[in-house]
């Protein structure tokens, strides 16, 4: 407060607000157009999935031999009908919903299981993070898909053993990460104080470990996502995932690529919203990366 020429007080400029970490974060995300138009595609794609039953404009399971293999912009089939004349767009939007949960789910079981293991090896270190790690190199030198396969085909085909299959293909490189960024944290000063004082490891590490370690395996755990849409189609249209008549894009992919030669725009669909989901998901990781390296 401070006082005017003819003696009136005048009121001093409010403090601009503290911006936190994560309004940081959020601010610069908003501002990165690329992750920003890949969020709102992602979103619509969700809604859409959520609100199928009242968008789609047919029954995604009603058949009709006498107008199979419709072309696009076809009366009552917008994006024409597939092999055994079912409407595609309506098996498209109901495709969703199996297609992202058994895209997702695996990564978030994983992150949760992953990041637990990662934790606990770097934070004790010594031999139990050896005997940890090595145990997890070992499903960590397969290839991914080659690791997706061998499980799903051990574990017998199904939506169930689908997700248990991705679930542990993606365990290793979660709790790699966690256990890479939780050793470089348990070495900090707070870490050092907070076990002098006498605090127990679950309580240091709820407290202060927790904080700092979850931020990178979560950026790096939705990278994973696009990689899980990609073999989770791959798996169904190998026969290992969704069965039929379920709409699951990879198995619509598989359904119709006889009809490739016949009606290819029809029949390249499912691998397009694949292909789009994809890119999207990739693309708000890399923002998300991008936005959680704030200076504070």
């Keep these: 407060?401070?006082?005017?020429?003819?003696?009136?007080?005048?009121?001093?400029?409010?403090?601009?607000p503290v911006q936190g970490y994560w309004g940081a974060v959020f601010g610069r995300l908003r501002r990165d157009p690329v992750?920003?138009?890949?969020?709102?595609?992602?979103?619509?794609?969700?809604?859409?999935?959520?609100?199928?039953p009242w968008l789609a404009p047919a029954n995604p399971f009603q058949t009709s031999m006498i107008h199979r293999l419709q072309p696009i912009g076809s009366p009552g089939y917008p994006l024409g009908s597939d092999e055994l004349g079912r409407d595609v767009l309506s098996r498209l939007i109901h495709g969703a919903r199996l297609s992202l949960l058994i895209g997702v789910m695996p990564v978030i079981n994983a992150f949760v299981i992953?990041?637990?293991?990662?934790?606990?090896?770097?934070?004790?270190?010594?031999?139990?993070?050896?005997?940890?790690?090595?145990?997890?190199?070992?499903?960590?030198?397969?290839?991914?898909?080659?690791l997706a396969v061998a499980l799903a085909g051990a574990l017998g085909a199904g939506l169930v053993n689908s997700l248990l299959s991705l679930t542990i293909v993606f365990i290793p490189p979660i709790a790699r990460v966690a256990e890479s960024v939780t050793t470089q944290v348990r070495s900090v000063d707070y870490i050092?104080?907070?076990r002098a004082s006498g605090a127990r490891s679950l309580t240091i590490i709820r407290r202060h470990v927790?904080?700092?370690?979850?931020?990178?395996i979560f950026v790096y755990a939705t990278s994973l996502i696009s990689v899980s849409m990609i073999l989770a189609s791959g798996l169904s249209f190998l026969g290992l995932g969704a069965r039929p008549p379920m709409p699951e894009?990879?198995?619509?992919?598989?359904?119709?690529?006889?009809?490739?030669y016949v009606n290819?725009?029809?029949?390249?669909?499912?691998?397009?919203?694949?292909?789009?989901?994809?890119?999207?998901?990739?693309m708000l990781?890399?923002?998300?990366?991008?936005?959680?390296?704030?200076?504070l």
């Design 114 to 146: 992953g990041s637990a293991i990662g934790i606990v090896a770097g934070f004790v270190g010594g031999k139990t993070n050896s005997v940890i790690m090595r145990v997890i190199d070992v499903f960590y030198a397969f290839p991914a898909v080659l």
């Design 192 to 194: 050092e104080a907070a």
């Design 35 to 52: 992750a920003l138009v890949s969020g709102i595609v992602l979103l619509l794609i969700v809604l859409a999935a959520l609100f199928a």
């Design 249 to 260: 894009w990879g198995l619509m992919l598989n359904t119709m690529r006889d009809a490739i």
């Design 1 to 16: 407060m401070s006082l005017t020429l003819d003696g009136a007080q005048a009121d001093a400029p409010a403090p601009a």
């Design 285 to 295: 990781s890399d923002g998300l990366r991008s936005a959680m390296d704030v200076k």
């Design 264 to 282: 290819p725009w029809v029949a390249v669909l499912p691998g397009m919203m694949i292909f789009t989901v994809s890119i999207c998901f990739n």
């Design 210 to 216: 927790l904080g700092n370690v979850l931020g990178p």
